[in-house]
T-cell receptor, first 115, second 114 residues
Framework: AAGVIQSPRHLIKEKRETATLKCYPIPRHDTVYWYQQGPGQDPQFLISFYEKMQSDKGSIPDRFSAQQFSDYHSELNMSSLELGDSALYFCASSSRGHPFTDTQYFGPGTRLTVL | KQEVTQIPAALSVPEGENLVLNCSFTDSAIYNLQWFRQDPGKGLTSLLLIQSSQREQTSGRLNASLDKSSGRSTLYIAASQPGDSATYLC?????????????FGEGTQLTVNP
C-alpha cells in the first residue's frame, strides 16, 4: 500500500540557511500534519492543513511557514535555521472518509542537521 | 492543555510474556486515541486507533482499551517476541475537526529478551 512520502530523507544545513521539506500524502488523503521530534523527545505538533487550508497550529516558530498545494502535497519552509532546529521532522496524513477514520499515518521523516 | 503520560518509561521482559503499557491523559474530552510503534531513528507506525465511543480495539496480539472517564488507555501485548522491541507511543486527538493535532506521551521503551 502507498505510504506518506517525505523528501529529502536527510538534510544538512548551516546556521542561518533556509530549508524546504516536502511531504506527499497517501492518495485520497485530504489532511496533512507536520511534527517535530527532537533527540530523545516525543513528537511535537507544528501545523496541519485540511483541503489546502490551515486547520490547526501548534508551537511553530515564526521562522517556519507551510502550505498545502492543489495536489495535496505540503511543504515546510524553514528560514534562519538555528542549531536547535536539528530534529526529525515528520509529516502525517489522514482522511475522514471510509475506511480511514482519521488515523494519522506517518512518513519516514526528514532528519535535519544544522551545523 | 492536554498532557499525556506513559508508564513505565522503560520495560524489559523475557520472550513469551504478556505485558501492559499504560497511558493517561488529563483532558478526557478526546476524539480518539492512537497507539504507535517507533523503532530507533525511524518513523511512527500506527498500531491501533480507538474512537472516543469505543472501549477497545484488537489487532493480532495487540489489544488497546480506552476509559475516557478515568483518562486512561492500555496497550496489551500478548506472547511478546524480540521483534516487539521498540518504543511505544500513545497520542490523544482532542477535536473532531479534520486536522486536529495529536498530543503524544513520552513513550515506553520495550525490550523483549530472547
Amino acid at each position: 500500500a502507498a505510504g506518506v512520502i517525505q523528501s529529502p530523507r536527510h538534510l544538512i544545513k548551516e546556521k542561518r540557511e533556509t530549508a524546504t521539506l516536502k511531504c506527499y500524502p497517501i492518495p485520497r488523503h485530504d489532511t496533512v500534519y507536520w511534527y517535530q521530534q527532537g533527540p530523545g523527545q516525543d513528537p511535537q505538533f507544528l501545523i496541519s492543513f485540511y483541503e489546502k487550508m490551515q486547520s490547526d497550529k501548534g508551537s511553530i516558530p515564526d521562522r517556519f511557514s507551510a502550505q498545502q498545494f492543489s495536489d495535496y502535497h505540503s511543504e515546510l519552509n524553514m528560514s534562519s535555521l538555528e542549531l536547535g532546529d536539528s530534529a526529525l521532522y515528520f509529516c502525517a496524513s489522514s482522511s475522514r472518509g471510509h475506511p480511514f477514520t482519521d488515523t494519522q499515518y506517518f512518513g519516514p521523516g526528514t532528519r535535519l542537521t544544522v551545523l | 492543555k492536554q498532557e499525556v503520560t506513559q508508564i513505565p518509561a522503560a520495560l524489559s521482559v523475557p520472550e513469551g510474556e504478556n505485558l501492559v503499557l499504560n497511558c493517561s491523559f488529563t483532558d478526557s474530552a478526546i476524539y480518539n486515541l492512537q497507539w504507535f510503534r517507533q523503532d530507533p531513528g525511524k518513523g511512527l507506525t500506527s498500531l491501533l486507533l480507538i474512537q472516543s465511543s469505543q472501549r477497545e480495539q484488537t489487532s493480532g496480539r495487540l489489544n488497546a482499551s480506552l476509559d475516557k472517564s478515568s483518562g486512561r488507555s492500555t496497550l496489551y501485548i500478548a506472547a511478546s517476541q524480540p521483534g516487539d522491541s521498540a518504543t511505544y507511543l500513545c497520542a490523544a486527538q482532542e477535536a473532531a475537526t479534520s486536522g486536529s493535532r495529536l498530543t503524544f506521551g513520552e513513550g515506553t521503551q520495550l525490550t523483549v529478551n530472547p
